[in-house]
């Protein structure tokens, strides 16, 4: 769809909308200002709620473009009047338009959308110097989630770590006990949604041993005494949703005595490998069940 399409909600079949938000805007930024500068009671109302409504649902779809990766790029333009929402713009494809709409029309109070964005094939999207606020916000989303896989583990224990996060590679920074808590944080990392590279500074610390290593029972008792069977199935449960490469939302976790259980039907041996490692890996897990995993 190259031309025109117009979403009604309210009626549920196209029709023709010519915008003029943008010069409502103007009328209301002038209005603003003589108020600023005359001090006039009439002027100094503000705009009307439907104006300050226009202008969040405005907001909110343009935050949400800048968020997606697949609209980033694209030099997109949104005004809202009274609930209709105009799109503007180029793109690559004709889901990225098609997208664009579905977004638009999510937005609390959005009843119409005018897409007037156009699809070329042979359009280029613009590249942003540096690093964008969605790419920022990805890099903010994948320490966070690093950070909390690290802090889940049985294995990291004792490791003292910085997490940062640039384009999608992430950086470890800090010191590890033993090289297996170091290599645990890599694998931690590199498995996770996003992560495109792993640098992994970590240096472990060269004190001899005291005693022999503590074994996963003990280390869970030693770190997380008291961890209840919910923690450990909801700890399970965000490791899975947090990593690459493994289906979370088909998998079951249930917990009881510290022993994991995990049923549903993946894609592949290597999906349910990872699965059954990366619920290993979390702390106050004593045993995986994995019989009913299926691939």
């Not at 649902?57 to 473009?65: F, K």
């Not at 009047?81 to 664009?100: I, P, W």
């Not at 969605?134 to 890099?139: L, N």
Request: contains cysteine; positive net charge; aromatic residues 4%.
């Amino acid at each position: 769809m190259n031309g025109t399409d117009t979403y009604d909600t309210d009626r549920g079949s196209p029709r023709a909308i010519h915008p003029t938000g943008q010069f409502r805007r103007l009328q209301l930024a002038s209005c603003i200002a003589l108020a600023m500068v005359f001090g006039s009671t009439a002027f100094a109302e503000g705009p009307s709620p439907q104006n300050v409504l226009d202008a969040r649902q405005e907001s909110q779809i343009a935050t949400t473009y800048s968020l997606s990766p697949y609209l980033r790029n694209n030099d997109l333009q949104v005004s809202v009047l009274d609930g209709k929402a105009t799109l503007r713009g180029t793109v690559e494809e004709s889901t990225s338009k098609d997208l664009a709409t579905q977004i638009a029309m999510g937005v609390k109070g959005i009843k119409q959308v005018d897409n007037q964005i156009l699809v070329k094939a042979d359009y280029v999207p613009q590249q942003q110097e540096g690093r964008g606020f969605g790419q920022a916000m990805d890099d903010a989303s994948i320490t966070t989630a690093v950070k909390s896989k690290l802090l889940w583990s049985k294995y990291t224990e004792g490791l003292s770590t910085n997490v940062d996060t640039t384009d999608g590679k992430v950086t470890l920074r800090g010191t590890a006990t033993t090289d297996d808590a170091r290599k645990a944080a890599g694998r931690l990392a590199s498995t996770t949604q996003g992560v495109t590279g792993v640098d992994n500074g970590i240096r472990v610390k060269t004190e001899p041993p005291v005693t022999a290593p503590p074994t996963g029972k003990a280390t869970a008792q030693a770190a997380g005494q008291g961890i209840s069977d919910g923690w450990i199935t909801t700890k399970v449960k965000s490791t899975l949703l947090y990593s690459r490469n493994v289906s979370s939302s088909d998998i079951a976790v249930s917990t009881r005595n510290g022993i994991v259980t995990l049923s549903g039907v993946l894609g592949s041996r290597a999906e349910r490998n990872l699965a059954i490692e990366l619920a290993s890996n979390v702390r106050g897990v004593n045993q995986v069940q994995a019989q009913g995993l299926k691939y």
